[in-house]
């Protein structure tokens, strides 16, 4: 069963505009969760992450937000640029290892 | 410095093959991981090494898959009698502590093809 589920195959954004990646969970243990990106030919990059006692968290361009009662959490891009346009990830984790939506293909266009 | 190498980048294999990849971490890294990513999904857990111990091998799919961490530094993923639905990117990770918690940084991964 898939624990962590991206459900937007691709998004396409135009550059400058936001962007918004989604992931849904089913798991009630998770307290941890992670976004990463990944470019063609290499592995995924940590990008941010949220604690499940937080219902936000920002890094310049990058936030997440984190909806516990709707186990729900998505991914900010403010403003989108070119290198943006890569795969994203969301990961959660209640302990050691990290548990992988399928992935989010977003591409920035011009 | 120099992040997560893995070895080869490509292999390309018979079915029933034994093969192996190989992974160095992070220098000074304690914590180890292997993923499988399959074509369209994300990167699957398979196991986990705190040391030289597997604290974690629960996502191994069966007793064809085998990882060893002798030195508590690079690790090797066995496969024997590889089936054509081994096919998949096989990712490491390694983080300087364990736990999910602490950032795993990826190497480039190794793609593996059964022929």
């Known amino acids: 069963d898939q624990q962590v589920k991206q459900n937007s195959p691709s998004l396409s954004v135009q550059e400058g505009r936001i962007s918004i990646l989604n992931c849904d969970y089913t798991?009630?243990?998770?307290?941890?969760f992670l976004w990463y990106k990944k470019y063609p030919a290499e592995g995924p990059t940590f990008l941010i992450s949220i604690s499940s006692i937080k219902d936000k968290n920002e890094d310049g361009r990058f936030t997440v937000f984190l909806n516990k009662s709707a186990k729900h959490l998505s991914l900010h891009i403010v403003p989108s640029q070119p290198g943006d346009s890569a795969v994203y990830f969301c990961?959660?984790?209640?302990?050691?290892?990290?548990?992988f939506g399928q992935g989010t293909r977003l591409t920035i266009n011009p | 410095g120099a992040g997560v190498s893995q070895t080869p980048s490509n292999k390309v294999t018979e079915k029933g093959k034994y093969v192996e990849l190989r992974c160095d971490p992070i220098?000074?890294?304690?914590?180890l991981y292997w993923y499988r990513q399959s074509l369209g999904q994300g990167p699957e857990f398979l196991i986990y090494f705190q040391g030289t111990g597997a604290a974690d091998d629960s996502g191994l799919p069966n007793d064809r898959f085998f990882a060893v961490r002798p030195e508590g530094s690079v690790s090797t993923l066995k496969i024997q009698r590889t089936e054509r639905g081994d096919s998949a990117v096989y990712l490491c990770a390694s983080s300087r502590v364990g736990g999910g918690h602490n950032e795993q940084f990826f190497g480039p991964g190794t793609r593996l093809t059964v022929l």
């Open positions: 990961a959660a984790t209640p302990a050691q290892k990290l548990v």
């Open positions: 220098s000074g890294h304690t914590a």
């Open positions: 798991n009630s243990m998770f307290d941890y």
